[in-house]
């Protein structure tokens, strides 16, 4: 399937977003990062916003979505609506720590509310795409991977915001540490299972469609094979084990400044180029139309 | 309820693309785009065969939309513009479409495409236009191989209507339940089928 | 101005009416169709359930012609042109009909004048009935010329030639209608090529035969479903006819009574005996056209009286063929006098008894029209002629020779052709032959064998043509398959003649003009092949072009001439052609488009599309309908109908179009093409109408007419040669005649020829052949020679050109070289395709789609590659007469990939001359930006322009009705 740069941009957009505003609202549970949480928000309510800008290069008529948008087993209206309870838990979030005496505190169950609703995001996001038509696609442990972007990329940014606005850094070593390490995790995992996901389309032997005389056979083997760089030293390599590497340096070094920024680039890579692989291979059980 | 499909006899199919052309007499497709294309399946090497030429074996495969029981287009679709209509056919409300193309994303068969002019996304209808008068969709009416039939999927294959009148079960050579085939199905349930009597069904069910 | 016929359709809720009519998205059968039209335009054409002869078929390239009508860049006005020849651009003009008629006719008579009338020729292509105005029409009454070029010499040409030297012309055709429960696909697959009998019908008689032949190298479309596939070396038909003919003997499959009765098998060859005969007159092409009859086969003007019993009258009688009843032991002969056959003994009567024939087989109540089948009538006084033995014979000088019968000549020949010989030159497996021919000729009812040979275009085209159709037809004359059900049963005989409208024109007076014998003989290349004068049909093209290159060895040169439904990429060499055509003094066109071969043209005239004429559609093969093709609309523009603008311009030669004072037809006001309709049909034709309006009326509610049920004395009757309805000379096609009352065939000797006396007199000492006697070699039987250009006759040229190239399976959405421009077609199809085994791609490292270059010693072109399992390793199969009408140059980018760019132009057929297209050597490479002009391996014009290979290309969509066009000629 042909790049959708609009969805890839969305996708990563919405997992850093929802990651970082999720790791805030962990820190806060615990009382930390105070300095930061204003800026962490604004920052991931921009990433969302960027995100949402994108998804609609990718409407063509996004004036009808308010003429019926609603269909609550499409994985879009679901997606829709964990970004409608996000906003709002994210809204009431603001206006607690606004109203809070410190003006960065949220009651603890609305911290973990965000937290759960960050995730329930993320997941609902990612499982827009698993599809049964799409081998590749069609794998929790895509849903998984998507949640470890928002794992790393939260936890970084977090970590870095946190380095420039001079709040502790030791709480965030932990969660970046463990969030690169999910993420990584993941990461392979997911890579592992496309690399496979080569035998699960339907095969014709030979085959001829009339009109693409000059196009090759589709052959999902080979396509996997065409993706496995960008997939494992892409993906994997540079999006999954050097953010991991990076957030031990962080939290070693405490240089969240360097290695934050160092752990958001390359899992920023990965995430794209892991999306870029997953539509190359989004062929449809059904190659050959 | 009401299923209405296309059966496919491919022992009859001879890959003429004249059901390819017909659709696009009736149905406004845009030049480039195809709702439905007629698919060359080999020749591959037979099974049992000495592997290679000529023990091979080749048909044609006539692919559209399959106008699926439990459509994955439709379940996707956020504006319910893909709907599935009261004869059992899945439509698109084009009025409704925002061409987010998650339907052509779940199609497993690609068969759906950005109608690029519309800013919507399209496919085979099942000439609903016709079939509402009871006519025969045009790419069944004008098949060469009289290999197209058209009929209720809930009914009897048997009594598929054709071009001229008869019915699949009195004018096609005699098949066999396990001789009827799908798509791969990953739970979308199409509703087409394709008759083939003695060769490798390519693909999967 | 519609016809009353079109008019009387009435019209639905939204102003659509339905007009019956028939198809010419193609030339090749009559698919009834429906038109349906709003507003003075065609909206869709849809296939006619009710005709029975195509079943309501009506395929792709024939629903997307309304593409055609309505296309941007169809010509509409008659132009000329204003850049020298050889230019990119032709710079058309404008002009008026009266200039182009008089620039015309100016033009070619000065030719004549200057250079005598074989100084010009016409070319038309193939099977669009009504423009082949060009070819028996144009050239023999408006030019005078005998140089008539035809695609029928590539095409059905070869098979019919074949026929009229074996029985009756077009006798090639099987009945395939007839749902035999044995079919045979030979060299054809008409379920896409649709040739002469639709793809409905066809797949449906394929499917419910208990046998289906495919005698093929490739696999195709529906052979696939064959129950046997005689996947045989390309070129080698022949041989394989040869084994089936040695299979029929061997199993004793042959049906006696026929052969002994119906052909020439019985008869006395004496190879010592100087041939002799007496002055026989050609077919057709009217007036006198004598030839020296010459034949070794025994007559009574042979011997010496005292051989025989009977009195011997005079010299004897030359047209008693004498033969040996082995039942009484003495000599007896068969009289091949038309206006006096028989047997000696018996009084020629129409045979009486028959039977009804089965039709429980087909399909269609229209079709099931039940024929009346003739016994073989029994000899009587009962003989028995010796198909076997020598025969001690008397000559008139006393010398005493042997002599043999043809059969026993015929049947030690078949001795070369065993099972594991004939295995052996076609690389089938000799089992598997036999089987299928077992089968083929193993009667299911004893009283008809069980079908004919459907045999089509690849046994035309390796360069041995006339034998190959000759053998063919040899096996289905010993089964007895001629003119039984669903045997060789030749052209539809109805109530016109084929060719359209306009053949000829419709004034008798016009046949003035003809060309006589002596300049018949000047036809080119019958210097070479004399039995093209003895055809009359065509001129061969080769020759044609060599004296239109002027050429130092060409007996004269050719300064003009005209084009009409023909283009140079369909025989012969196409570059060499196109060179020769742009050498000429003067050449006109009539088309649709800026073809290739306009860009050589001076004057282009704008013709009809098929919903825009009126024509009458007979059947082309052995079907039996009657169709007609109603004017739907009106042209557009100033587009005139290939038979209008034949009768218009034949007033500026001063040939009557029409008899009577008012030729024509200028103070009676009457439509020209409308009254033409009338006298062909009605007056010199025999639908029982008085006029074309009421014809057209009649059709609208009848559709398509079934010939069986109309003529059962004729079309409806089998074993024609028993009831004296078989004896028709070419043409092939004419209005029922039923009183014909002549027995046998029309061959000099009045039987099926299988010693063929027209190629033994033209080629009395037999080189090619094979040695049937010491120091004797004949041509008069069916024998094999390796394709010329095949591996094994040519396996030197193959060392270097590894692979045999065989071209031209259809291609479902284009007509030849018709319907490149049509978005319908061309998104479906957008660039020529080369199938080649996966094997050998891989050998080559070549993959599906890529660019390969085809290359011959005679040339190289571009297609792409399309991995076909189908295809044996060491032959590839190309895709001929591509053009790319989106360049912007005279020649249109034929040369890019036409594949009979690459062919031997001087390779063709002994006797008539078809080119060798199929079956040479070529070696095939990956094109590359370093080994491709502007260093794109996709072909590109003269100014580098891409052309179209993805059906994404926005150019189709300029193509679109009502678009803009890509080169329209906007005339303001
Ligand atoms: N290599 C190879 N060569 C082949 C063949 C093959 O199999 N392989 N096949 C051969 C065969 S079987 C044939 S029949 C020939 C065909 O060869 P042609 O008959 O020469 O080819 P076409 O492309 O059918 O037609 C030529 C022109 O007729 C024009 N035309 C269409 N309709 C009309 C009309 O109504 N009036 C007029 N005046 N013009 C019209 C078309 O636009 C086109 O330019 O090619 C032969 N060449
Ligand atoms: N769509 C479409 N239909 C057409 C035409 C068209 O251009 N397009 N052209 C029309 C015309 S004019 C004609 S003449 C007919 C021809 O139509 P057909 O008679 O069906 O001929 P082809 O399809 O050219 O070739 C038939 C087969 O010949 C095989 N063949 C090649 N070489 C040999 C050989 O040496 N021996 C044997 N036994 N087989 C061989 C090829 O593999 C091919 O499968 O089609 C007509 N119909
Ligand atoms: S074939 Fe595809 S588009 Fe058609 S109903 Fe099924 S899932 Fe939907
Ligand atoms: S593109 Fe249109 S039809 Fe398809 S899912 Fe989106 S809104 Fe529904
Ligand atoms: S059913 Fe109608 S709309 Fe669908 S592919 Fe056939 S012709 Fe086209
Ligand atoms: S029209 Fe019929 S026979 Fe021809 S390709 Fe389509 S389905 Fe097959
Ligand atoms: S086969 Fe020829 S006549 Fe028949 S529908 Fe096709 S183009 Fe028309
Ligand atoms: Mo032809």
């Given amino acids: ?64 979505i308010f003429n019926g948008f609603g269909h609550l087993s499409s994985g879009i209206t679901q997606e829709l609506v964990a970004i409608v309870v996000l906003a709002v838990v994210a809204i009431a979030y603001l206006a607690a720590m606004r109203r809070s005496d410190d003006g960065a505190t949220a009651p603890k169950w609305l911290c973990w509310a965000a937290v759960a609703a960050c995730a329930v995001l993320v997941a609902a996001m990612a499982h827009s795409y698993t599809m049964a038509a799409r081998p590749a696609w069609d794998s929790a442990l895509w849903i998984l991977y998507v949640l470890g972007n928002a794992c790393v990329l939260g936890p970084c940014t977090m970590a870095l915001v946190m380095a420039v606005r001079g709040d502790d850094l030791a709480p965030a070593g932990l969660p970046a540490l463990v969030g690169a390490a999910l993420a990584a995790v993941t990461a392979i995992a997911f890579a592992a299972f496309l690399q496979a996901s080569g035998g699960s389309f339907a095969e014709v032997g030979y085959y001829f469609d009339p009109t693409h005389p000059t196009a090759g056979m589709a052959d999902a083997a080979s396509a996997v094979a065409a993706q496995a760089p960008l997939l494992w030293i892409g993906a994997v390599a540079v999006g999954g084990i050097l953010p991991l590497a990076a957030a031990l340096m962080g939290r070693r070094s405490g240089n969240w400044k360097l290695w934050g920024a160092a752990a958001i ?14 539509y190359e291979l989004g062929l449809s059980v059904f190659m050959f139309y | 309820m009401t299923q209405y499909a296309i059966v496919t006899d491919l022992d009859r199919c001879v890959g003429c693309l004249a059901c390819s052309v017909a659709c696009k007499v009736v149905n406004g497709v845009p030049t480039g785009s195809f709702w439905n294309k007629t698919l060359r399946i080999g020749p591959n090497p037979k099974e049992g065969g000495s592997g290679q030429w000529p023990d091979v074996e080749l048909y044609f495969l006539n692919v559209g939309c399959q106008h699926c029981a439990e459509p994955e287009c439709v379940k996707v679709c956020p504006t319910e513009a893909s709907h599935i209509a009261a004869d059992g056919t899945v439509q698109i409300d084009k009025s409704k479409c925002i061409g987010c193309q998650f339907c052509a994303m779940a199609c497993p068969y690609g068969v759906r495409y950005l109608n690029e002019d519309e800013g919507v996304v399209e496919k085979c209808t099942l000439c609903e236009q016709k079939i509402a008068q009871g006519e025969l969709p045009q790419c069944v009416s004008q098949c060469c191989g009289m290999a197209r039939w058209f009929g209720d999927a809930e009914g009897d294959v048997r009594e598929f209507r054709g071009p001229r009148g008869e019915t699949a079960g009195e004018f096609l050579e005699e098949f066999s339940d396990e001789q009827v085939h799908k798509l791969p199905d990953v739970g979308n349930k199409p509703s087409f089928a394709y008759i083939l009597r003695d060769m490798k069904w390519q693909g999967g069910e | 101005e519609t016809t009353e016929a079109a008019k009387t359709q009435s019209a639905d809720s939204q102003g659509v009416k339905k007009v019956r009519s028939c198809c010419r998205g193609c030339g090749k059968v009559e698919c009834g169709v429906w038109v349906y039209v709003q507003d003075g335009k065609v909206i869709r054409t849809e296939g006619d359930e009710e005709c029975f002869l195509t079943m309501g078929n009506h ?214 005996m100087e041939p002799t005969g007496y002055e026989e007159q050609v077919q057709n092409g009217g007036g006198a056209k004598p030839y020296d009859y010459r034949t070794r086969l025994l007559t009574e003007a042979d011997i010496d009286p005292s051989m025989v019993d009977w009195e011997v009258e005079g010299d004897g009688n030359p047209l008693r063929y004498l033969v040996y009843d082995q039942l009484n032991g003495r000599w007896t002969y068969w009289q091949a006098d038309p206006a006096d056959a028989h047997w000696e003994g018996e009084t020629w009567a129409k045979q009486t008894s028959g039977f009804t024939q089965d039709v429980s087989r087909m399909r269609d109540d229209a079709g099931k029209v039940a024929g009346w089948v003739a016994d073989l009538s029994e000899f009587d006084p009962l003989i028995d002629p010796a198909l076997y033995g020598e025969f001690d014979v008397v000559l008139k000088d006393g010398s005493v020779h042997t002599g043999r019968p043809t059969w026993d000549i015929w049947a030690e020949y078949l001795g070369n052709f065993t099972l594991d010989k004939v295995s052996e030159i076609t690389g089938v497996d000799a089992q598997l032959i036999e089987d299928a021919c077992v089968e083929w000729a193993t009667r299911v009812d004893p009283r008809i064998p069980n ?254 007419w079934n010939m ?19 004896y028709r000379k070419a043409p092939h096609q004419q209005p029922a005649q039923l009183d014909i009352n002549i027995p046998g065939f029309p061959t000099p000797t009045m039987k099926h020829e299988l010693w063929c006396t027209s190629i033994e007199s033209y080629y009395p000492d037999g080189t090619d052949g094979p040695e049937l006697a010491p120091g004797f070699k004949s041509e008069a039987l069916p024998y094999y020679q390796e394709p010329p250009h095949g591996s094994v006759a040519d396996a030197k040229t193959y060392e270097e050109y590894p692979f045999t190239c065989i071209t031209g399976r259809r291609i479902p959405v284009y007509f030849h070289s018709e319907h490149r421009q049509l978005p319908w077609c061309r998104e479906l199809w957008p660039v020529p395709r080369m199938e080649i085994n996966p094997v050998d791609a891989a050998e080559l490292g070549l993959e599906q789609g890529d660019w390969v270059w085809i290359e011959s010693p005679w040339g190289k072109v571009r297609q792409t590659v399309d991995l076909y399992y189908g295809i044996a390793p060491g032959t590839i199969n190309a895709e001929h007469q591509w053009w790319y009408p989106e360049l912007a140059q005279a020649d249109k980018g034929y040369e890019l990939s036409c594949i009979n760019c690459i062919t031997d132009r001087t390779t063709q057929d002994k006797y008539n001359g078809s080119s060798n297209v199929r079956t040479y050597p070529v070696k095939v490479y990956k094109a590359t930006p370093e080994n491709s002009p502007f260093g794109n391996p996709v072909p590109c014009g003269n100014d580098g322009t891409e052309i179209i290979h993805d059906s994404s290309d926005p150019r189709l969509k300029l193509w679109e009705i009502g678009a803009a066009g890509v080169h329209p000629d906007l005339f303001e």
């Avoid at chain 1, 680039?265 to 997953?278: D, K, S, T």
């Avoid at chain 3, 084994?243 to 009574?257: P, Y």
């Avoid at chain 3, 069986?708 to 078989?726: L, N, S």
């Fill in chain 1, 1 to 64: 399937m042909e790049l959708q740069w609009p969805l890839i941009l969305f996708t990563t957009l919405v997992a850093w977003s929802a990651g970082l505003f999720g790791t805030q609202a962990l820190l806060a549970a615990g009382g930390h990062a105070k300095r930061s949480q204003l800026p962490a928000w604004v920052a991931s309510a921009a990433l969302l916003a960027v995100g949402g800008v994108a998804v609609f290069f990718h409407l063509e008529h996004w004036e009808r």
């Fill in chain 3, 59 to 272: 395929c792709s390239k024939g629903q997307a012609s309304i593409q055609a009508a309505y296309h941007p860049d169809r010509i509409k006005y008659p132009m000329k042109r204003t850049n020298p020849k050889g230019s990119e651009d032709p710079g058309w003009v404008r002009i008026s009909w009266d200039e182009a008629y008089q620039t015309i006719a100016d033009n070619i008579m000065q030719i004549r004048d200057k250079y005598g009338p074989e100084s010009l020729f016409t070319w038309c292509g193939t099977g669009r009935q009504w423009c082949m105005q060009s070819d028996a029409g144009m050239a023999l009454e408006l030019f005078g010329t005998p140089n008539i070029i035809a695609a029928y010499q590539v095409c059905k040409g070869p098979r019919h030639f074949a026929s009229r030297l074996d029985n009756v012309q077009a006798y090639s055709w099987s009945e395939v209608i007839n749902h035999s429960n044995v079919f045979v696909q030979w060299a054809t697959d008409q379920s896409i090529s649709n040739y002469d009998d639709a793809s409905r019908t066809v797949v449906d008689v394929a499917r419910q035969a208990d046998t289906f032949i495919s005698v093929d190298p490739r696999e195709t479309n529906l052979g696939r479903k064959a129950k046997y596939w005689l996947n045989l070396r390309p070129g080698t038909d022949n041989a394989m006819a040869l084994g089936w003919c040695k299979v029929i003997l061997d199993h004793d499959l042959q049906d006696d009574l026929f052969i002994k009765r119906w052909t020439n098998a019985p008869f006395i060859v004496v190879p010592d």
């Fill in chain 3, 708 to 726: 069986k049920k109309e003529i059962p004395q004729d079309w409806g009757t089998y074993r024609r040669f028993e009831v004296g309805q078989a």
């Fill in chain 3, 451 to 704: 079908g004919g040979i459907n045999y089509g275009l690849g046994t035309e085209h390796a360069g041995n043509s006339t034998q190959n159709c000759r053998a063919i037809m040899a096996a289905c004359a010993m089964v007895g398959a001629i003119d039984t059900p669903g045997g060789q049963r030749g052209a539809t005989n109805g109530w016109t003649e084929q060719s359209g409208p306009c053949s000829m024109l419709p004034s008798m007076a016009a046949f003035a003009f003809m060309p006589d014998a002596e300049l018949s003989l000047k036809m080119a290349g019958n210097d070479k092949m004399p039995l093209l004068y003895w055809y009359s049909v065509w001129c061969d093209c080769n020759a044609a072009m060599e004296a239109a290159h002027q050429e130092p060895d060409a007996p004269y040169r050719i300064h003009g001439g005209m084009i009409g439904s023909g283009d140079h990429m369909s025989m012969g060499n196409a570059r060499y052609n196109w060179e020769a055509l742009t050498m000429l003094d003067f050449l006109f066109e009539a088309n649709l488009w800026h073809s290739p071969t306009s860009g050589a043209a001076d004057i282009l005239l704008p013709v009809c599309h098929w919903t825009e004429i009126n024509a009458f559609r007979i059947a082309q093969g052995s079907g039996g309908s009657f169709s007609l093709c109603i004017k739907a609309v009106d042209p557009p523009g100033e587009c005139k109908s290939d038979p209008l603008y034949f009768m218009e311009l034949s007033k500026y030669f001063g040939v009557p179009a029409f008899d009577g004072d008012d030729p024509w037809l200028e103070k009676s006001g009457k439509d020209m093409e409308i009254e033409n309709l009338t006298i062909q049909c009605c007056q010199q034709g025999c639908a029982p109408f008085d006029t074309w309006e009421e014809l057209a009326a009649a059709y609208q509610e009848h559709g398509t």
């Fill in chain 1, 265 to 278: 680039a390359c899992a920023l890579a990965g995430a794209v180029c892991l999306r870029v692989v997953f």
